[in-house]
């Protein structure tokens, strides 16, 4: 199997004023220039500036630059040898489970989780769940459902990487039950990865 795959396409985009404000606000506290009584707060005149210019530069990319830049396409090869699908899953296995343990370590957000996915003490009731949508929020173990979900996955192909997973058990008193319950965690974490394919983003 010989696989290559180039980066997405990239346009530019002018972030002068995007870049100076998060460097004096940070990235969520942007201050709101809006009517106080008879009053109107003033924008900084730095900040206009660079807003104005930041939109005048991004229209002259469009128009230019940006008209070839977006007809380009990601360029993927992919040559798959007849032996790769001899034991597809393994062949799989170890192309996944880095991309995997990467996407954890980047990713800047998490989907929607189904409660009966994950354990019972990191399940929000509908009512909780309601109550911070209504704020715009997200429940306090949003984010570790899905940690849990991610190491679930990553935990089932890493025992599918190793062929010998089965040498934790001790073979003189076979333990059937634990091998069993080892096979169902990694059915599991094989079903989520799929439940769950679509939201493998960063």
């Not at 699908?85 to 800047?108: C, F, G, N, R, Y």
Request: neutral net charge; proline residues 4%.
């Amino acid at each position: 199997m010989k696989i290559k795959i180039s980066n997405y396409p990239n346009r530019l985009i002018c972030n002068i004023h995007s870049n100076h404000m998060n460097k004096k606000y940070g990235y969520v506290d942007w201050p709101e220039y809006k009517q106080k009584g008879l009053r109107v707060k003033a924008q900084p005149f730095a900040e206009v500036w660079r807003e104005k210019a930041e939109d005048i530069i991004q229209l002259i990319y469009n128009y230019t630059i940006n008209l070839f830049l977006d007809r380009r396409v990601q360029k993927i090869k992919i040559h798959i040898d007849r032996w790769d699908t001899w034991s597809m899953d393994h062949t799989l296995a170890p192309i996944i489970l880095p991309m995997l343990v990467q996407l954890k370590e980047t990713k800047h957000g998490a989907p929607m989780v189904d409660m009966k996915d994950v354990p019972k003490e990191l399940r929000a009731t509908k009512a909780q769940q309601n109550k911070y949508a209504k704020g715009g929020d997200v429940d306090p173990k949003h984010f570790e459902r899905w940690d849990w979900i991610m190491d679930e996955m990553i935990w089932a192909f890493e025992q599918k990487c190793r062929d010998n997973w089965m040498e934790d058990y001790d073979y003189n008193k076979w333990d059937s039950e634990g091998v069993k319950s080892h096979q169902d965690r990694m059915a599991n974490g094989f079903r989520l990865f799929g439940t769950y394919f679509e939201n493998l983003w960063d």
